[in-house]
């Protein structure tokens, strides 16, 4: 598995429309896409930083999972994603091979139409762990 950089960084946020002009404003950067995920219950927002993104993310329902994240975390970094250059699912094979237990077995279609999966945290440190490729659109 070859990793290339930090794809991005998944912020959980109550209200995009609240967080989006801190980031703007303050930050000085620019929004340049919102979208809403709605298999899970999500609506993103990414930011552009060099090569990596920020992505926000506000739940679309109570029982969404960054709902609950919220609900039990508060606001905050909720994923770091990394770009890996060999494919999601082949990066899966490999750290599963190694013990890692996995959240997603297979590579499944994420916003801005990445194929995406999750190691579960507690093979990571504690960090949920996204895997992420281009994928068609």
């Not at 920020?54 to 739940?59: P, Y």
């Not at 606001?75 to 890692?100: C, F, M, R």
Request: glycine share 10%.
């Amino acid at each position: 598995m070859k990793i290339s950089h930090i794809e991005h960084i998944g912020i959980a946020v109550k209200s995009l429309e609240e967080a989006i002009p801190f980031y703007e404003n303050m930050l000085g950067l620019k929004c340049y896409s919102v979208e809403e995920v709605a298999d899970q219950k999500v609506k993103t927002a990414f930011f552009q930083v060099g090569q990596t993104k920020i992505e926000l993310l506000e739940s679309t329902g109570p029982d969404g999972t960054i709902a609950k994240f919220i609900e039990k975390r508060g606001e905050g970094i909720h994923h770091l994603a990394y770009a890996v250059e060999s494919g999601v699912n082949q990066a899966l094979t490999e750290v599963e091979a190694k013990g890692v237990q996995l959240l997603d077995k297979q590579a499944r279609k994420g916003a801005e139409g990445m194929n995406i999966a999750f190691l579960h945290p507690k093979s990571t440190q504690g960090i949920l762990t996204e895997f992420c490729e281009k994928g068609e659109k």
